[in-house]
């Protein structure tokens, strides 16, 4: 079943933070966040398995909060590079394969 | 590192042709995917292969058909197009159900 992301589209500026969720109907297993640029291919980010807390990626990091069956996306500082649309990509089984969210579209503006 | 690469990288169709893309990795990956992309509905699978000579049927399948003769290449066909599978065409691969999707360049499709 798709996740949920929210929300569907921010504007930044340089500098400011933001936060992306990703929730599940289901218990999750694994949760992976992807960036894609316009028109380029999703590039991937970050994998959070069941157990797994939080992780860090330069200024980007997300948390994996099994009791909500949700991860967040945090993006702290933010630079005009980060632009994009942030897709979760979530596995409640760890045995089918991955259900994308309809994503974020993020825009960082000077 | 070549990793993904799909062909062709533009089509155009009419209404009722047939075509293929092709898809090949070179990390040895097991799994393979084809996804579709429209605006605003995030990206959808169609089919996927779990090993060399498997195929599985993922969300929107209905109207393409796959095939994983060699593990390295996945083939997505379009026996009759029709306007709706206007579209950009994603491959991936992973080593493993969990583990990260490579995606290839993609592939812009328009049936008119």
């Known amino acids: 079943q798709q996740p949920v992301q929210s929300p569907q589209a921010v504007i930044l500026r340089e500098g400011e933070d933001a936060v992306i969720n990703c929730s599940s109907s289901k218990a999750l297993y694994s949760v992976h966040w992807y960036r894609q640029k316009h028109g380029e291919a999703p590039v991937f980010l970050m994998i959070l398995l069941k157990g797994g807390e939080q992780k860090g990626h330069d200024k980007i990091s997300a948390s994996f909060n099994e009791k909500k069956q949700q991860s967040s996306l945090y993006l702290t500082a933010s630079q005009l590079s980060y632009s994009g649309t942030y897709f979760c990509d979530i596995n409640n089984s760890g045995n089918t394969p991955l259900v994308f969210g309809k994503g974020t579209r993020l825009s960082v503006i000077a | ?112």
């Open chain 2, 1 to 112: 590192n070549a990793g993904v690469t799909q062909t062709p990288k533009f089509r155009v169709l009419k209404t009722g042709q047939s075509m293929t893309l092709l898809c090949a990795q070179d990390m040895n990956h097991e799994y393979m995917y084809w996804y579709r992309q429209d605006p605003g509905m995030g990206l959808r699978l169609i089919h996927y292969s779990v090993g060399e000579g498997t195929t599985a049927k993922g969300e929107v399948p209905d109207g393409y058909n796959v095939s994983r003769l060699k593990k390295q290449n996945f083939l997505l066909g379009l026996e009759s197009a029709a306007p709706s599978q206007t579209s950009v065409y994603f491959c991936a691969s992973s080593q493993g159900v969990v583990s990260p999707l490579h995606f290839g360049n993609g592939t812009r499709l328009t049936v008119t």
